[in-house]
């Protein structure tokens, strides 16, 4: 059903020094007998206070790939996740406009409207008798066909199906991904799904009379790979820098492919209680089913697009890509016997290292702050908050004696070992990797006390590179033991 009206809240409404009962009284009556005039393309409007929750300014937008062209994205409301309409566009005015303010509409799904600006309350009878100067919208028929046959919302249903968790479990319960980006947006998909993330090649083999979204196939170990755009799968037009193109490898349809993204993001790990379903006017068609959840970030500040790789591919495209498919069968064995270890591959000046994927937390940005710690050593750049927990962080290009890219603020990486964590700050997170065991080395004897953290190699011979592989135990161990170290100096250093 498309969304119902509730009551407005009190915001909207003019303060009164009344009692709390007598307030509610005045309040439901004057929602039952004014009107909200506000301004789209230069047109003065209405809409029953009655049919409003709030008016709030206008919020940070996602874009939903696919979605009516009225439909502006999602944004996040105090932690709840709602679409937001372009009224202008709903209305046949300005195709561009959004507006700078939103009206939220109450009801068990909520649906906030962008406007230009809002005017004032005025007597509802007024409006009807067209005395203010302002047209009374009815907005069920304009917004049925997009809401049309949705579901009740999350909260209408909240008592069927599964038995509701505690806000404690559900805190709990982390899920694993990896970000990206196109035209943009941030996009992500279960860290489960995605199989490595790698440099896009120069050399890509086409595929004629194949569908658009079809970008050719390139060799990857002992097969070929098709690759498709993910921008236009999602019909978004992204086409980032091609030094920072990626492909991020998964399985769609039953077969192995890569999805061409305009930039890596981060790794996240999400508690559940931060991961929503997609509002319900995205749930509808098969288009929209390919964003799956919304998750929050950043206490609610990043929104994230969540894709389900069961609903990228139409049928037709989903038969060409199968049709790519060679040696596939070899590269399933590998993995069933455990022979293809998983690594995130972070950049330290011209150098790859690499982590056990297990052992990574998440990647994020370094923030432009971190709290400093009194007689900490030079490598040590403060203390983070993390979910409640505090992170040391630690500058591993100090660690490590290497340069800092120029124009680059750095990623940091959040290694847990155990009950231990930490934070590294590095120069980029630039893939994920998967690697048979027979290309796997272990590392020279080197001698000095750092070379122990690099326990084996990736010995890419197709590629004609390797990547230093770091064990995460000796790196949260030594940096524990320099950290100590150090501060014992400071504290024995005559003042």
């Known amino acids: 059903m498309a969304p119902r009206i509730s009551r407005p809240r009190s915001r909207i409404l003019p303060r009164s020094p009344t009692s709390s009962i007598d307030r509610q009284a005045e309040v439901e009556d004057i929602a039952a007998t004014q009107a909200l005039t506000f301004t789209v393309a230069g047109e003065r409007l209405a809409l029953p206070a009655a049919d409003i929750a709030e008016v709030i300014r206008a919020p940070a937008v996602s874009r939903v790939p696919l979605a009516p062209q009225s439909l502006a994205g999602v944004a996040n409301l105090r932690g709840a996740v709602i679409p937001i309409v372009s009224l202008s566009v709903l209305l046949g005015r300005d195709a561009a406009a959004e507006g700078e303010k939103v009206i939220i509409l109450g009801g068990s799904a909520p649906v906030g409207l962008f406007v230009d600006q809002v005017s004032a309350l005025v007597p509802l009878a007024g409006i009807r008798a067209g005395e203010e100067g302002a047209r009374l919208l009815d907005l069920q028929p304009l917004l049925d066909p997009i809401f049309g046959g949705v579901r009740e919302s999350r909260s209408a249903t909240a008592g069927a199906g599964a038995p509701a968790r505690s806000q404690s479990t559900e805190q709990a319960l982390e899920h694993a991904y990896a970000s990206f980006e196109i035209a943009g947006q941030e996009f992500a998909l279960p860290l489960d799904d995605v199989h490595e993330v790698m440099r896009l090649p120069d050399d890509i083999a086409a595929i004629p009379r194949t569908d658009a979204a079809m970008v050719g196939v390139i060799p990857l170990r002992n097969r070929l790979l098709p690759l498709l755009s993910l921008p236009v799968l999602l019909g978004l037009a992204g086409e980032g820098a091609s030094r920072e193109r990626r492909i991020v490898v998964t399985r769609l349809g039953g077969t192995r492919a890569g999805l061409i993204v305009d930039r890596l993001r981060a790794i996240a790990r999400l508690p559940e209680a931060d991961i929503d379903p997609v509002p319900p006017v995205l749930t509808r068609g098969r288009h929209e089913a390919q964003v799956q959840a919304i998750g929050r970030l950043d206490q ?20 060409q890509l199968h049709a790519t498919e060679v040696e596939e069968e070899r590269s399933v064995d590998l993995e069933e016997s455990g ?39 030079a490598f040590v750049e403060g203390i983070m908050n993390l979910r409640g927990k505090v992170i ?15 124009a680059s603020r750095g990623r940091i990486v959040i290694v847990r070992i155990g009950e231990a964590e930490a934070g590294f700050i590095v120069d980029a997170v630039s893939e994920v990797l998967r690697v048979p065991a027979e290309r796997l080395r272990m590392a020279p004897e080197i001698g000095a006390a750092q070379g122990r953290v690099i326990d ?16 995460p135990q000796e790196l949260l161990d030594r940096a524990e033991r320099d950290l100590l170290a150090e501060m014992r100096k400071a504290d024995l250093a005559p003042s």
């Open 300 to 319: 609610g500040a990043r929104l994230i697009s969540i894709l389900s790789t069961d609903h990228l591919l139409q049928e037709g495209l989903a038969a």
């Open 339 to 377: 022979g293809i270890e998983q690594f995130v591959v972070f950049t330290l000046a011209d150098e790859a290292y690499g982590l056990p994927i297990e052992s990574v937390v998440e990647v994020v940005r370094v923030p432009e702050r971190l709290t400093k710690l009194p007689k900490a050593p």
């Open 392 to 406: 040391p962080i630690i500058d591993q290009r100090r660690r490590f004696e290497t340069a800092r890219a120029a």
């Open 456 to 471: 084996r190699i990736a010995n890419l011979d197709a590629e004609g590179r390797m990547v230093l592989l770091v064990d």
